[in-house]
C-alpha cells in the first residue's frame, strides 16, 4: 500500500476523530472520509445529469418556439437543485 502524508491539521482531526470512540483504527477514519467523498462526488454527478437534462429541454423548447423567460428558467433550476440536496439528507 502507498504511504500518504497528512498535515497537522489532518492528523489532529484524524486523532480527535478516533478519541470519540466512533472509529477503532486510521483505516476506518479514512474509509469513512472516503465513503462521504465517493456519495458527494455521486450526488454531483446527478445535479449535472439533470442540469443538462434541463438545459437539454430548455434548448428544444426555444427551438419549438415555446420558450419561457430566463428568470423562469433559473428559478426552476434553483428549485430542481434544491430538491436535489434535501433528498440527499
Known sequence: MNSITLTSNQE????????TG???NV??????????????TIADQAWLDETR????EGIASLENGE???G???V??????LQNIKESQK
Open 53 to 56: 437534462i434541463l438545459i437539454d
Open 22 to 24: 466512533k472509529f477503532n
Open 71 to 73: 428568470e423562469t428558467f
Open 75 to 80: 428559478n426552476n433550476l434553483l428549485t430542481n
Open 27 to 40: 483505516s476506518e477514519v479514512i474509509q469513512a472520509a472516503l465513503s462521504l467523498l465517493e456519495q458527494e
Open 67 to 69: 420558450g419561457i423567460d
Open 12 to 19: 489532529q482531526l484524524i486523532q480527535n476523530l478516533l478519541a
